[in-house]
Protein backbone atom coordinates (compact mmCIF):
# COMPACT_ATOMS: atom_id res chain seq x y z
CA UNK A 1 0.00 0.00 0.00
CA UNK A 2 2.56 2.13 0.79
CA UNK A 3 4.20 2.14 -2.69
CA UNK A 4 1.29 2.33 -4.08
CA UNK A 5 0.61 5.47 -2.39
CA UNK A 6 4.01 6.93 -2.90
CA UNK A 7 3.43 5.71 -6.91
CA UNK A 8 0.63 7.56 -6.65
CA UNK A 9 2.26 10.91 -5.33
CA UNK A 10 4.58 10.65 -7.71
CA UNK A 11 2.15 10.29 -10.74
CA UNK A 12 0.10 13.57 -9.63
CA UNK A 13 3.62 15.68 -8.97
CA UNK A 14 4.53 14.45 -12.73
CA UNK A 15 1.27 15.41 -13.89
CA UNK A 16 1.34 18.75 -11.88
CA UNK A 17 4.83 19.42 -13.27
CA UNK A 18 3.97 19.00 -16.77
CA UNK A 19 0.77 20.87 -16.77
CA UNK A 20 2.11 23.48 -15.18
CA UNK A 21 5.27 23.08 -18.03
CA UNK A 22 2.51 23.03 -20.67
CA UNK A 23 0.30 26.24 -20.01
CA UNK A 24 3.03 28.62 -18.01
CA UNK A 25 7.03 28.29 -19.18
CA UNK A 26 6.30 26.89 -23.29
CA UNK A 27 3.64 29.53 -24.28
CA UNK A 28 6.08 32.11 -21.97
CA UNK A 29 9.55 31.16 -24.39
CA UNK A 30 7.45 30.81 -27.26
CA UNK A 31 6.57 34.37 -26.51
CA UNK A 32 10.31 34.95 -26.02
CA UNK A 33 11.23 33.30 -29.27
CA UNK A 34 9.07 35.37 -31.09
CA UNK A 35 10.37 38.91 -30.32
CA UNK A 36 13.82 37.25 -31.37
CA UNK A 37 12.51 36.40 -34.39
CA UNK A 38 9.80 38.26 -35.26
CA UNK A 39 11.49 41.67 -34.09
CA UNK A 40 7.88 42.13 -32.02
CA UNK A 41 9.34 45.22 -29.95
CA UNK A 42 8.93 47.65 -33.10
CA UNK A 43 11.83 46.92 -35.32
CA UNK A 44 9.19 46.49 -38.14
CA UNK A 45 7.44 48.98 -40.05
CA UNK A 46 3.92 50.20 -38.33
CA UNK A 47 1.10 48.43 -40.36
CA UNK A 48 -1.23 49.45 -42.39
CA UNK A 49 -4.14 50.58 -40.98
CA UNK A 50 -7.31 47.95 -42.68
CA UNK A 51 -9.13 50.07 -44.15
CA UNK A 52 -11.61 47.26 -45.83
CA UNK A 53 -13.57 47.37 -42.69
CA UNK A 54 -16.76 49.52 -43.58
CA UNK A 55 -19.66 49.80 -41.17
CA UNK A 56 -21.68 46.77 -43.17
CA UNK A 57 -18.74 44.79 -42.12
CA UNK A 58 -18.02 45.45 -38.81
CA UNK A 59 -20.49 43.10 -37.19
CA UNK A 60 -19.18 40.32 -39.25
CA UNK A 61 -15.72 41.21 -38.06
CA UNK A 62 -16.83 41.30 -34.77
CA UNK A 63 -18.43 37.95 -34.56
CA UNK A 64 -15.64 36.37 -36.27
CA UNK A 65 -13.37 37.95 -34.13
CA UNK A 66 -15.79 36.66 -31.16
CA UNK A 67 -16.34 33.05 -32.87
CA UNK A 68 -12.10 32.79 -32.82
CA UNK A 69 -11.60 33.97 -28.84
CA UNK A 70 -14.52 31.38 -27.72
CA UNK A 71 -13.48 28.70 -29.79
CA UNK A 72 -9.89 29.18 -28.47
CA UNK A 73 -10.20 30.31 -24.80
CA UNK A 74 -12.35 27.16 -24.01
CA UNK A 75 -9.72 24.87 -25.70
CA UNK A 76 -7.49 25.47 -23.83
CA UNK A 77 -9.47 26.42 -20.93
CA UNK A 78 -10.69 22.22 -21.20
CA UNK A 79 -6.75 21.44 -22.00
CA UNK A 80 -5.76 22.91 -18.90
CA UNK A 81 -8.28 21.14 -16.60
CA UNK A 82 -7.59 17.58 -18.43
CA UNK A 83 -3.80 18.59 -16.83
CA UNK A 84 -5.41 19.01 -13.63
CA UNK A 85 -5.64 23.37 -13.36
CA UNK A 86 -8.29 25.63 -13.38
CA UNK A 87 -9.68 26.37 -16.59
CA UNK A 88 -8.63 30.26 -16.63
CA UNK A 89 -5.12 28.98 -17.06
CA UNK A 90 -5.84 27.75 -20.34
CA UNK A 91 -8.36 31.24 -21.03
CA UNK A 92 -5.56 33.73 -19.80
CA UNK A 93 -3.19 31.67 -21.79
CA UNK A 94 -5.18 31.99 -24.88
CA UNK A 95 -5.83 35.83 -24.49
CA UNK A 96 -1.86 36.55 -24.46
CA UNK A 97 -1.43 33.93 -27.32
CA UNK A 98 -4.01 35.60 -29.51
CA UNK A 99 -2.74 39.53 -28.73
CA UNK A 100 0.70 41.28 -30.04
CA UNK A 101 3.15 38.72 -28.04
CA UNK A 102 2.65 35.66 -30.10
CA UNK A 103 -0.08 36.15 -32.70
CA UNK A 104 0.98 39.83 -33.46
CA UNK A 105 4.72 38.70 -33.55
CA UNK A 106 4.22 35.80 -35.78
CA UNK A 107 1.88 36.86 -38.36
CA UNK A 108 1.29 41.14 -37.97
CA UNK A 109 -0.95 41.17 -40.94
CA UNK A 110 -3.26 38.01 -39.87
CA UNK A 111 -3.70 39.66 -36.36
CA UNK A 112 -4.61 43.29 -37.61
CA UNK A 113 -7.00 41.40 -39.88
CA UNK A 114 -8.87 39.37 -37.34
CA UNK A 115 -8.56 42.30 -34.43
CA UNK A 116 -9.48 45.73 -36.83
CA UNK A 117 -8.89 49.18 -34.78
CA UNK A 118 -12.36 49.52 -35.74
CA UNK A 119 -13.94 46.10 -33.37
CA UNK A 120 -11.81 46.72 -30.69
CA UNK A 121 -13.75 49.21 -28.59
CA UNK A 122 -16.50 47.03 -29.30
CA UNK A 123 -14.59 44.16 -27.89
CA UNK A 124 -14.13 45.86 -25.24
CA UNK A 125 -17.69 47.41 -24.24
CA UNK A 126 -18.30 43.82 -24.40
CA UNK A 127 -15.31 43.03 -21.72
CA UNK A 128 -16.39 45.45 -19.49
CA UNK A 129 -20.22 43.66 -18.83
CA UNK A 130 -18.69 40.88 -18.48
CA UNK A 131 -16.50 42.03 -15.94
CA UNK A 132 -19.14 43.79 -14.55
CA UNK A 133 -21.45 40.84 -14.35
CA UNK A 134 -18.36 38.45 -13.28
CA UNK A 135 -17.99 41.04 -10.01
CA UNK A 136 -21.59 40.77 -9.06
CA UNK A 137 -21.16 37.03 -9.29
CA UNK A 138 -17.90 37.62 -7.16
CA UNK A 139 -20.11 38.96 -4.51
CA UNK A 140 -22.56 36.80 -4.66
CA UNK A 141 -20.22 33.92 -4.10
CA UNK A 142 -18.84 35.75 -0.92
CA UNK A 143 -18.62 32.84 2.13
CA UNK A 144 -20.36 35.18 4.82
CA UNK A 145 -21.51 32.32 6.75
CA UNK A 146 -17.57 31.36 6.72
CA UNK A 147 -16.53 34.78 7.62
CA UNK A 148 -18.92 34.45 10.71
CA UNK A 149 -18.25 31.23 12.07
CA UNK A 150 -14.30 31.82 11.20
CA UNK A 151 -14.29 36.15 11.96
CA UNK A 152 -11.62 36.09 14.17
CA UNK A 153 -8.80 33.79 12.62
CA UNK A 154 -9.89 35.10 8.95
CA UNK A 155 -9.77 38.37 9.47
CA UNK A 156 -5.75 38.02 10.85
CA UNK A 157 -4.81 35.18 8.15
CA UNK A 158 -6.71 37.49 5.79
CA UNK A 159 -5.42 40.88 6.53
CA UNK A 160 -2.00 39.87 6.65
CA UNK A 161 -1.85 38.06 3.46
CA UNK A 162 -3.05 41.82 2.17
CA UNK A 163 -0.60 43.68 4.23
CA UNK A 164 3.03 42.48 3.98
CA UNK A 165 2.41 41.86 0.13
CA UNK A 166 0.80 45.50 -0.53
CA UNK A 167 3.73 46.75 1.53
CA UNK A 168 6.28 44.50 -0.57
CA UNK A 169 4.75 45.66 -3.78
CA UNK A 170 5.10 49.16 -2.39
CA UNK A 171 8.58 49.14 -1.78
CA UNK A 172 8.89 47.41 -5.01
CA UNK A 173 7.31 50.75 -5.97
CA UNK A 174 9.16 53.57 -4.81
CA UNK A 175 12.08 51.74 -6.09
CA UNK A 176 12.66 49.14 -8.89
CA UNK A 177 9.19 49.69 -10.45
CA UNK A 178 9.67 53.67 -10.58
CA UNK A 179 11.04 53.47 -13.89
CA UNK A 180 8.08 52.44 -15.35
CA UNK A 181 5.54 54.97 -13.63
CA UNK A 182 3.93 57.30 -16.43
CA UNK A 183 5.02 60.75 -15.82
CA UNK A 184 1.50 61.82 -16.15
CA UNK A 185 1.12 60.18 -12.39
CA UNK A 186 1.84 61.06 -9.10
CA UNK A 187 4.07 59.12 -6.89
CA UNK A 188 1.33 58.32 -4.00
CA UNK A 189 -0.97 56.46 -6.47
CA UNK A 190 1.83 54.87 -8.52
CA UNK A 191 3.01 53.40 -5.16
CA UNK A 192 -0.77 51.95 -4.12
CA UNK A 193 -1.40 50.40 -6.88
CA UNK A 194 1.97 48.47 -7.12
CA UNK A 195 1.28 47.23 -3.79
CA UNK A 196 -2.69 46.41 -4.36
CA UNK A 197 -1.23 44.44 -7.68
CA UNK A 198 0.92 42.17 -5.36
CA UNK A 199 -1.85 41.87 -3.01
CA UNK A 200 -4.59 40.50 -4.68
CA UNK A 201 -5.90 36.75 -4.31
CA UNK A 202 -8.78 35.47 -6.94
CA UNK A 203 -11.45 34.37 -4.48
CA UNK A 204 -13.26 32.51 -7.43
CA UNK A 205 -10.97 30.52 -8.47
CA UNK A 206 -9.62 29.62 -5.34
CA UNK A 207 -13.32 28.54 -4.25
CA UNK A 208 -13.08 26.15 -7.47
CA UNK A 209 -10.08 24.77 -7.28
CA UNK A 210 -11.16 23.97 -3.65
CA UNK A 211 -14.57 22.27 -4.87
CA UNK A 212 -12.48 20.15 -7.70
CA UNK A 213 -9.97 19.03 -5.26
CA UNK A 214 -13.18 17.76 -2.64
CA UNK A 215 -11.84 20.11 -0.10
CA UNK A 216 -14.67 22.95 0.33
CA UNK A 217 -16.47 21.20 3.31
CA UNK A 218 -12.99 20.72 5.12
CA UNK A 219 -11.21 23.01 7.75
CA UNK A 220 -8.51 24.11 5.64
CA UNK A 221 -11.21 24.91 3.08
CA UNK A 222 -13.54 26.84 4.72
CA UNK A 223 -11.39 28.52 6.27
CA UNK A 224 -9.43 29.29 3.04
CA UNK A 225 -12.90 30.70 1.89
CA UNK A 226 -13.25 33.04 4.44
CA UNK A 227 -9.46 34.45 4.47
CA UNK A 228 -9.93 34.88 0.73
CA UNK A 229 -13.39 36.27 1.20
CA UNK A 230 -12.07 38.88 4.04
CA UNK A 231 -8.85 39.77 1.27
CA UNK A 232 -11.38 40.36 -1.35
CA UNK A 233 -13.04 42.87 0.12
CA UNK A 234 -10.21 44.24 1.74
CA UNK A 235 -8.80 44.92 -1.62
CA UNK A 236 -11.88 46.21 -3.24
CA UNK A 237 -11.71 48.98 -0.51
CA UNK A 238 -7.87 49.63 -1.46
CA UNK A 239 -8.76 49.52 -4.84
CA UNK A 240 -11.60 52.07 -4.57
CA UNK A 241 -9.16 54.79 -2.58
CA UNK A 242 -6.47 54.64 -5.17
CA UNK A 243 -9.57 55.16 -7.97
CA UNK A 244 -10.80 58.06 -5.92
CA UNK A 245 -7.53 59.72 -5.51
CA UNK A 246 -6.50 59.10 -9.16
CA UNK A 247 -10.19 60.88 -10.20
CA UNK A 248 -10.82 63.00 -7.62
CA UNK A 249 -7.37 65.07 -6.64
CA UNK A 250 -8.58 67.04 -4.28
CA UNK A 251 -8.71 65.99 -0.26
CA UNK A 252 -12.43 67.21 -0.31
CA UNK A 253 -13.78 65.48 -3.63
CA UNK A 254 -11.92 62.50 -2.26
CA UNK A 255 -13.60 62.73 1.66
CA UNK A 256 -16.93 63.63 -0.43
CA UNK A 257 -16.77 60.70 -2.79
CA UNK A 258 -15.66 58.47 0.21
CA UNK A 259 -18.22 59.14 1.63
CA UNK A 260 -21.24 58.69 -0.91
CA UNK A 261 -19.91 55.21 -1.46
CA UNK A 262 -20.13 54.72 2.53
CA UNK A 263 -23.62 55.69 1.85
CA UNK A 264 -24.16 53.58 -0.87
CA UNK A 265 -23.66 51.14 0.50
CA UNK A 266 -25.58 51.36 3.76
CA UNK A 267 -28.76 51.68 1.71
CA UNK A 268 -28.02 48.75 -0.34
CA UNK A 269 -27.49 46.89 2.96
CA UNK A 270 -29.76 48.03 5.01
CA UNK A 271 -32.81 49.31 2.51
CA UNK A 272 -32.43 47.31 -0.28
CA UNK A 273 -31.25 44.10 0.90
CA UNK A 274 -34.67 43.55 3.21
CA UNK A 275 -36.59 44.52 0.25
CA UNK A 276 -35.49 42.05 -2.16
CA UNK A 277 -35.62 39.48 0.87
CA UNK A 278 -39.41 40.30 0.96
CA UNK A 279 -39.92 41.09 -2.83
CA UNK A 280 -38.57 37.44 -4.24
CA UNK A 281 -39.35 35.84 -0.85
CA UNK A 282 -42.78 35.97 -2.86
CA UNK A 283 -41.85 36.26 -6.22
CA UNK A 284 -41.76 33.04 -8.45
CA UNK A 285 -38.56 32.53 -11.26
CA UNK A 286 -39.42 34.55 -14.37
CA UNK A 287 -38.42 36.93 -17.05
CA UNK A 288 -39.99 39.59 -14.63
CA UNK A 289 -38.09 38.40 -11.60
CA UNK A 290 -35.02 38.22 -13.88
CA UNK A 291 -35.53 41.54 -15.36
CA UNK A 292 -35.68 43.32 -12.11
CA UNK A 293 -31.91 41.78 -10.50
CA UNK A 294 -30.49 42.38 -14.46
CA UNK A 295 -31.65 45.95 -13.94
CA UNK A 296 -30.85 46.05 -10.56
CA UNK A 297 -27.38 44.77 -11.10
CA UNK A 298 -26.51 47.85 -14.31
CA UNK A 299 -27.87 50.56 -11.76
CA UNK A 300 -26.13 49.76 -9.01
CA UNK A 301 -22.73 49.73 -11.08
CA UNK A 302 -23.94 52.95 -12.65
CA UNK A 303 -24.01 54.55 -9.30
CA UNK A 304 -20.73 53.87 -7.82
CA UNK A 305 -19.79 54.69 -11.98
CA UNK A 306 -21.84 58.14 -10.95
CA UNK A 307 -19.92 58.58 -7.82
CA UNK A 308 -16.79 58.32 -8.85
CA UNK A 309 -15.43 54.64 -8.01
CA UNK A 310 -15.71 52.23 -10.83
CA UNK A 311 -18.85 50.33 -11.86
CA UNK A 312 -17.17 46.80 -10.52
CA UNK A 313 -17.16 48.17 -7.14
CA UNK A 314 -21.48 48.86 -7.21
CA UNK A 315 -21.97 45.38 -9.13
CA UNK A 316 -19.80 43.95 -6.48
CA UNK A 317 -22.07 45.07 -3.71
CA UNK A 318 -25.23 44.25 -5.66
CA UNK A 319 -24.01 40.65 -5.51
CA UNK A 320 -23.16 40.86 -1.55
CA UNK A 321 -26.49 42.03 -0.38
CA UNK A 322 -28.57 39.81 -2.43
CA UNK A 323 -30.40 37.17 -0.69
CA UNK A 324 -28.67 33.91 -1.06
CA UNK A 325 -31.33 31.62 -0.40
CA UNK A 326 -33.91 32.82 -2.57
CA UNK A 327 -34.71 30.09 -5.90
CA UNK A 328 -35.21 32.94 -8.38
CA UNK A 329 -31.51 34.55 -7.42
CA UNK A 330 -29.62 31.39 -7.54
CA UNK A 331 -31.68 30.70 -10.76
CA UNK A 332 -30.81 33.91 -12.04
CA UNK A 333 -27.54 33.67 -11.10
CA UNK A 334 -26.61 30.40 -13.18
CA UNK A 335 -28.42 31.50 -15.94
CA UNK A 336 -26.09 34.80 -15.93
CA UNK A 337 -22.87 32.54 -15.15
CA UNK A 338 -23.78 30.77 -18.35
CA UNK A 339 -23.42 34.16 -20.45
CA UNK A 340 -20.46 35.51 -18.50
CA UNK A 341 -18.09 32.49 -18.45
CA UNK A 342 -18.67 31.00 -21.92
CA UNK A 343 -18.84 34.48 -23.63
CA UNK A 344 -18.12 37.60 -22.07
CA UNK A 345 -14.81 36.70 -19.81
CA UNK A 346 -13.23 34.93 -23.35
CA UNK A 347 -14.15 38.88 -25.07
CA UNK A 348 -12.84 39.99 -21.51
CA UNK A 349 -9.05 37.84 -21.53
CA UNK A 350 -8.33 38.94 -25.47
CA UNK A 351 -9.04 42.56 -24.83
CA UNK A 352 -6.07 41.79 -21.95
CA UNK A 353 -4.24 40.10 -24.59
CA UNK A 354 -4.64 42.87 -27.05
CA UNK A 355 -3.15 45.23 -24.54
CA UNK A 356 -0.59 42.80 -23.33
CA UNK A 357 2.46 43.86 -25.57
CA UNK A 358 6.04 42.02 -23.81
CA UNK A 359 8.54 44.05 -26.12
CA UNK A 360 9.91 45.49 -22.75
CA UNK A 361 10.80 42.15 -22.14
CA UNK A 362 13.01 41.35 -24.09
CA UNK A 363 16.03 41.43 -22.61
CA UNK A 364 18.00 40.25 -19.61
CA UNK A 365 17.43 43.15 -17.07
CA UNK A 366 13.12 42.93 -17.89
CA UNK A 367 13.27 39.39 -17.47
CA UNK A 368 15.40 39.65 -14.25
CA UNK A 369 12.72 42.21 -12.99
CA UNK A 370 9.79 39.83 -13.99
CA UNK A 371 11.72 37.30 -11.33
CA UNK A 372 11.87 39.97 -8.74
CA UNK A 373 8.31 40.34 -9.19
CA UNK A 374 7.14 36.95 -9.22
CA UNK A 375 9.36 35.90 -6.34
CA UNK A 376 8.30 38.79 -3.88
CA UNK A 377 4.49 38.37 -4.96
CA UNK A 378 4.70 34.61 -3.84
CA UNK A 379 7.25 35.06 -0.90
CA UNK A 380 5.28 38.09 0.67
CA UNK A 381 1.83 36.02 -0.05
CA UNK A 382 3.22 32.50 1.05
CA UNK A 383 4.81 33.47 3.99
CA UNK A 384 2.59 35.96 5.26
CA UNK A 385 -0.50 33.71 5.51
CA UNK A 386 1.73 30.85 7.08
CA UNK A 387 3.11 32.71 9.67
CA UNK A 388 -0.48 34.39 10.48
CA UNK A 389 -1.66 30.72 11.00
CA UNK A 390 1.07 29.35 12.73
CA UNK A 391 0.59 32.34 15.42
CA UNK A 392 -2.78 31.27 15.56
CA UNK A 393 -1.95 27.73 16.18
CA UNK A 394 -3.11 26.48 12.89
CA UNK A 395 -1.13 22.84 11.91
CA UNK A 396 1.77 23.41 10.03
CA UNK A 397 0.58 21.44 6.40
CA UNK A 398 -2.52 23.32 6.42
CA UNK A 399 -1.04 26.69 6.87
CA UNK A 400 0.31 26.25 3.59
CA UNK A 401 -2.26 24.69 2.05
CA UNK A 402 -3.56 28.36 2.85
CA UNK A 403 -0.80 30.24 1.91
CA UNK A 404 -0.87 28.30 -1.34
CA UNK A 405 -4.19 29.30 -1.80
CA UNK A 406 -4.16 32.72 -0.60
CA UNK A 407 -0.90 33.19 -3.53
CA UNK A 408 -3.94 32.55 -6.39
CA UNK A 409 -4.30 35.50 -8.14
CA UNK A 410 -6.30 34.77 -11.44
CA UNK A 411 -8.61 36.44 -13.22
CA UNK A 412 -9.30 39.11 -10.21
CA UNK A 413 -5.55 40.10 -10.78
CA UNK A 414 -6.50 40.62 -14.65
CA UNK A 415 -9.78 42.88 -13.62
CA UNK A 416 -7.46 44.85 -11.38
CA UNK A 417 -4.81 45.12 -13.60
CA UNK A 418 -6.71 46.36 -16.65
CA UNK A 419 -8.07 49.03 -14.06
CA UNK A 420 -4.70 50.62 -13.57
CA UNK A 421 -4.53 50.71 -17.36
CA UNK A 422 -7.09 52.50 -18.44
CA UNK A 423 -6.88 55.37 -15.58
CA UNK A 424 -3.23 55.81 -16.98
CA UNK A 425 -2.05 54.46 -13.54
CA UNK A 426 0.47 52.32 -15.10
CA UNK A 427 1.92 52.13 -18.90
CA UNK A 428 1.68 48.89 -21.14
CA UNK A 429 5.36 48.00 -20.64
CA UNK A 430 4.77 47.26 -16.47
CA UNK A 431 1.10 45.74 -17.71
CA UNK A 432 2.47 43.25 -19.49
CA UNK A 433 5.21 42.26 -16.49
CA UNK A 434 2.33 41.89 -13.98
CA UNK A 435 0.29 39.92 -16.31
CA UNK A 436 2.98 37.47 -16.45
CA UNK A 437 3.47 37.90 -12.64
CA UNK A 438 -0.30 36.87 -12.55
CA UNK A 439 -0.13 33.98 -15.26
CA UNK A 440 2.89 32.34 -13.11
CA UNK A 441 1.39 32.63 -9.59
CA UNK A 442 -2.34 31.37 -10.70
CA UNK A 443 -0.19 28.37 -13.00
CA UNK A 444 1.59 27.55 -9.12
CA UNK A 445 -0.91 27.01 -7.02
CA UNK A 446 -2.38 23.61 -8.84
CA UNK A 447 1.52 21.93 -8.86
CA UNK A 448 1.94 23.06 -5.30
CA UNK A 449 -1.18 21.69 -3.52
CA UNK A 450 -0.23 18.59 -5.02
CA UNK A 451 2.61 18.55 -3.82
CA UNK A 452 1.54 19.58 -0.43
CA UNK A 453 -1.26 16.42 -0.55
CA UNK A 454 -4.27 18.52 -0.97
CA UNK A 455 -5.48 16.25 -3.61
CA UNK A 456 -9.32 15.32 -4.96
CA UNK A 457 -10.20 12.61 -2.60
Same mark, same amino acid.
Given at each position: M ?5 R ?7 R???S ?7 P ?7 F ?10 P ?23 V??A ?6 A ?25 A ?53 A ?6 L????L ?7 Y???? #??? !????L?? @? *??L????? /?? $? =? +??L ?9 V ?11 D ?21 ? #??? !???T??? @? *????F??? /?? $? =? +? ?8 S ?10 L ?9 G ?14 P???P !? ?6 R *? ?6 L ?5 F ?5 K ?9 G?W ?9 A ?15 G ?15 R ?20 L ?16 P ?5 G????
Amino acid at each position: MTQLAHRSDSRSWARAAASYLGLVIVPIALAAIAFQVWGASGSHDPLPVDSTVTDTHRLYRLLLAAAVIVLLAHALGAVAASLGQPKVIGEMVAGILLGPTVFGAAAPYAQQWLFPAVIVPSLDVLAQFGVIFFMFLVGLELPLDSLRHSSRSAVVIGHAGIAIPFLSGAVLGLTLLEPYRPAT #VDA !VPFVLFC @G *LALSITAF /PV $L =A +RILTERDLQRTRVGALGLACAGVGDITAWCLLTLVIVQVRNGSPTAV #VRT !VLLTVAF @G *LVLVFVVR /PL $L =A +RLLGKARAGSVASMVLLVGILVSALGTEWIGVHAIFGAFLAGAVMPRSSP !VVRGFADR *LEGLTMWLMLPLFFATVGLKTSLGGVSDSGAWLLCLVLVVVAMASKVLSTVGAGRLLGIERRESWILGVLMNCRGLTELVVLDIGLSLGLIGPELFGLLVLMALVTTGVTGPLLSRLGAVAK
